[in-house]
């Protein structure tokens, strides 16, 4: 089996639009592969290790949590795509709603510290 070298080039190709800068933060960090040297002045990438790397982070993805609701992203798939809201279906709809879930909010906190409304 042949080993392919991907140049920075290749990177940005793939979607890694890192700049050179940040690649060697991250390659200094060990949060990015190493590059190998193919020449005085050339470096490239393997291209089994950035594929390593890329499943490494969908899997990072794939584990957190997604949204206040505390649902993985594996639990969205098995309940039928749950989603989060939309900033329009958080935002009050009217003020008398604004108001209202203000004046919830303080009877809340006056019940928890003993205090009346």
């Keep these: 089996m042949r080993t392919k070298v991907l140049s920075f080039k290749d990177l940005r190709e793939r979607g890694i639009s890192y700049s050179r800068v940040h690649i060697h933060r991250l390659v200094a960090a060990g949060k990015f592969p190493r590059p190998i040297k193919i020449g005085e002045n050339r470096t490239a990438w393997l291209e089994r290790e950035l594929d ?3 499943d490494a982070k969908i899997a990072e993805r794939d584990a957190q949590t997604v949204g206040i609701l505390g649902v993985t992203f594996d639990d969205r798939k098995q309940h039928g795509g749950a989603r989060d809201m939309t ?3 958080r935002k009050p709809q009217t003020r008398a709603d604004e108001r209202a879930r203000d004046r919830e909010g303080a009877e809340a906190r006056c019940r928890t510290s003993g205090r009346q409304a």
Aim: charged share 35%; proline share 0%.
């Design 52 to 54: 390593e790397w890329l």
């Design 87 to 89: 900033a329009q279906e």
